[in-house]
């Protein structure tokens, strides 16, 4: 069974950090682009990051670009998102995934195209 696993998450003050992990079972993901997306209440889910097979390319949403960062460890099937100058507006659930096969090399925005999904973690922000 495929299973994607956030863990990191928690409630901190504006400015904290916080290294979110998404730890991948039931098959490798080391060939595949990985990514974060976010929703908070009351609104569409957003993309944050997403990383090549590789780790030498990355994406970041406007709204994170500068203080978030996403990287990979193939060899522990695992993806990390640390976050940094966290503010209030940074506060949702964040969930990891996996794209479909046919955009696994790719690195692809949109939330439609990526079918595995973690259960979410909840990240508060708040003074």
């Known amino acids: 069974q495929v299973q994607l696993v956030e863990s990191g998450g928690g409630l901190v003050h504006p400015g904290d950090s916080l290294r979110l992990s998404c730890a991948a079972s039931g098959r490798s993901f080391s060939s595949e682009t990985m990514g974060w997306f976010r929703q908070a209440p009351g609104k569409e889910r957003e993309f944050v990051a997403a990383i090549n097979w590789s780790g030498r390319d990355t994406h970041y949403g406007n709204s994170v670009k500068g203080r978030f960062t996403i990287s990979r460890d193939n060899a522990k099937n695992t993806v990390f998102l640390q976050m940094n100058s966290l503010r209030p507006e940074d506060t949702a659930i964040y969930y990891c995934?996996?794209?479909?096969?046919?955009?696994?090399?790719?690195?692809?925005?949109?939330?439609?195209?990526?079918?595995?999904w973690g259960q979410g973690v909840q990240v508060t922000v708040s003074s």
């Open positions: 995934a996996a794209p479909q096969k046919a955009f696994a090399v790719a690195i692809p925005l949109s939330s439609e195209l990526y079918d595995v």
